[in-house]
């Protein structure tokens, strides 16, 4: 399973322990050339919501859902930070139930 962290110190953002890249996310959506950040919505918080939804569970989720995410989760985020792969999938599905219902 997944699991997502940031480290405002270091200004770096981990998948499964290793650098998350931002070029495949910014081959979809080019918010940020200055890569990722978190804590506000900006677009640095775009692109780093496209990013992790990209990573977890692929293109089509991602385009749909990474705005949502970042302003549910990526806005609020503080210094530090950690996501797990399940907490994005319950998230994830949620989201979509309501799609389905029209909410």
Request: aromatic share 14%; glycine share 8%.
């Amino acid at each position: 399973m997944n699991n997502y962290e940031g480290r405002r110190k270091n200004n770096e953002v981990l998948a499964n322990g290793l650098p998350l890249n931002p070029a495949p996310s910014q081959k979809l959506r080019y918010h940020s050339p200055d890569g990722f950040n978190w804590g506000y919505a900006g677009s640095g918080p775009a692109q780093l919501a496209l990013a992790i939804l990209l990573h977890h569970a692929g293109k089509e989720v991602a385009l749909f859902l990474y705005q949502s995410f970042k302003w549910e989760f990526v806005s609020r985020w503080e210094d530090n930070w950690r996501i797990t792969g399940a907490e994005i999938d319950e998230w994830t599905q949620k989201q979509f139930d309501h799609a389905e219902k029209g909410d």
